[in-house]
Each structure stands twice: as structure tokens, then as C-alpha cells.
């Protein structure tokens, strides 16, 4: 895939989830006009507004927010279609003059759209439909097992509890007979020019955003989580497809089908948030060098300086 650099400058805020992204972005396409692109990748989902503590409609509605909520959760959406949806994204706002605010805790997204992306072949839908019809039923363990007897170099690369990197590599094999990992070398022009866009980690300090994850997840659960993960259920989609293991759908699914009682449903959802924030942090600290990282107190001071840098001084956030 190849996508040429755009002029647009962008303004881009990572970090894990629950460390006040959404907020800052908020405050910041506020202040400057400009508009709040999501590279969440739960949040694409529009099945999935209360789990993935999408914003609301009401902040929607204040200012711009574009890629948020526009992919049924039947799609097994990819990076490379985010990246296509993106770049269109990207070309509308700078047509306008816009700044776009790109906010999300996916930081694979944030790499590709500055670094590029590796040019794996198409997977034909109908090879899709044959490797996820044999996997079912069978464990991720089980999955990877298959998958390191195929293509050791790539199993090896992928956690035997990542199911849908696993059949993704399942995927690419069954198609291409060549290990996934033999497509992961030269990369895609980028979307953005990293040396245009101030680019921002917020990190908390653990404790904090722990107790975050988890208020955060006893405050989705009183908006409704529940009902939203029965209708997602009830539509008996594929359990690998990405939407169906958002964090904490898993969990209350199990209690929906007399699996698990309500407690632990939503203890497993508050755990796996926060072994995914350990991830997050660990991916960011190794794959996105260009961010630099922020603590709460630094936040305010840093990003004034980034709006600056790009001319857009006026208030302060």
C-alpha cells in the first residue's frame, strides 16, 4: 500500500487507555478550529460507543470528530483500511484548512499513518471464510499451535492469547503460502511527516491510571454496557472478529450466557484494560520514538508549545 505524504499539519496525542486523550483532544481542535480524528481501534466500531467510552453525541456535536464509529462490528476491520480511510480524511480537512487532532490509544495506527505500513497482499474474502470456518471452536492456544507448525518465524513474533493476529497470520499464509513475516520489511510511503506534527504520550503514573481503568469501566456499566454487549450478541457474530473481544465484551458476554456471575465479568473486564495499558505503554516506548511523553503536570505546558510551534497561539487550553 502506498499513500503519499500529506501537507497538512496534525497534531497527535497517544497514550494508554484512560489517560485523558479524548479530553485533551477536545480542548485542543476547541481551541484551534480544528477537528478530532479518532485512531482508536475499538472506537471505529458504532456498535461500541459505551465500551470503548467513545465521546458522547453531545461532544460530537461541539466540535468536529471524523472516524469515530463508522464500521459495523460485523467488519473485520484492518490497518491498512484505516490508513485508506484516513488519508481521504486527511485530504478533506486540508482542503478546508483544518487541523486535524489525531486521538487514540492504537498506536499501530500512529505508526503506520508516520512511518508506513508493510505491503501485505489482499486476503481473498473467500480464503477468510475458509480459514475462520476450520478455526472454530478452537482455542487461540490451539490456533497458534497450528500456525507455529506452518510458519514458526511468525508464530514465534505473536502471543498464543492474540487470536485475531494469529488467524490474520493463518490468513496470509493459506493465501500467499509465504510467511506473513516475510511481508513485514519495506514499508509504504507515510501519510504524515513527522517533523509537521508536534506528537504527544500521555503517561500517568500507573497507580493513577489504574484507578482510572477502573472507575472509568463501573461508570460504563451504569450507562448501559450490558444492554449494549446483549445487542452485540445477539447478532451471533464471529467471536475472533475484533469488535466481539473489545475489552470487557468477553467478560459480560460469559455472564450472559451463565458463564460467569456479573462480579467477575467485571473484574475480568478491568484486568484485561489493564494488561492492554501495560501493552500500550510497552509498544509506544519501542515503535514510536517521534512522541515524547508527558505526565499530567506536563501536559498543559507541552502541548501550549506544540500549538505555538504550528502558529495557532491565541488562548490558553
Not at 167 to 178: D, P
Not at 216 to 241: H, S, W
Request: hydrophobic residues 45%.
Amino acid at each position: 500500500m502506498s499513500h503519499s505524504v500529506l501537507p497538512a499539519r496534525a497534531i497527535l496525542i497517544a497514550g494508554p487507555t484512560a489517560s485523558g486523550k479524548s479530553a485533551l483532544a477536545m480542548q485542543l481542535a476547541r481551541r484551534i478550529g480544528g477537528a478530532v480524528i479518532n485512531a482508536d481501534s475499538m472506537q471505529v466500531y458504532r456498535d461500541l460507543r459505551i465500551i470503548t467510552a467513545r465521546p458522547t453525541p453531545e461532544e460530537e456535536a461541539e466540535v468536529p470528530h471524523l472516524l469515530f464509529g463508522h464500521v459495523d462490528a460485523s467488519v473485520n476491520y484492518s490497518v491498512g483500511r484505516y490508513l485508506a480511510d484516513l488519508a481521504q480524511t486527511l485530504k478533506e480537512l486540508d482542503a478546508r484548512g483544518v487541523t486535524p487532532v489525531l486521538a487514540g490509544g492504537t498506536s499501530m495506527y500512529f505508526k503506520a499513518a508516520l512511518y508506513g505500513l508493510s505491503d501485505i497482499p489482499a486476503v481473498p474474502a473467500e480464503v477468510r471464510a475458509q480459514v475462520r470456518e476450520a478455526a472454530g471452536g478452537k482455542t487461540p492456544q490451539e490456533l497458534h499451535a497450528e500456525l507455529a507448525a506452518r510458519d514458526p518465524e511468525t508464530a514465534a513474533r505473536l502471543r498464543p492469547t492474540d487470536p485475531q493476529r494469529i488467524l490474520r497470520a493463518l490468513e496470509v499464509f493459506a493465501a500467499t503460502g509465504k510467511p506473513l513475516a516475510s511481508f513485514q520489511g519495506p514499508r509504504g510511503a507515510p501519510l504524515l511527516d513527522a517533523a509537521q506534527c508536534p506528537a504527544f504520550f500521555l503517561a500517568p503514573e500507573r497507580e493513577t491510571l489504574y484507578a482510572r481503568i477502573d472507575a472509568r469501566f463501573d461508570r460504563m456499566m451504569e450507562m448501559g454496557a450490558l444492554d449494549e454487549i446483549a445487542r452485540l450478541r445477539e447478532r451471533k457474530l464471529d467471536p475472533a472478529l475484533p469488535a466481539m473481544r473489545a475489552h470487557g465484551a468477553p467478560g459480560l458476554i460469559a455472564y450472559l450466557d451463565g458463564r460467569a456471575t456479573l462480579d467477575k465479568a467485571i473484574m475480568r473486564g478491568k484486568l484485561d484494560t489493564r494488561h492492554y495499558a501495560k501493552r500500550q505503554f510497552t509498544f509506544a516506548r519501542h515503535q514510536l520514538p517521534h512522541f515524547a511523553w508527558l505526565s499530567g503536570a506536563e501536559t498543559g505546558a507541552a502541548v501550549e508549545a506544540a500549538c505555538c510551534a504550528l502558529g495557532c497561539c491565541s488562548t490558553r487550553i
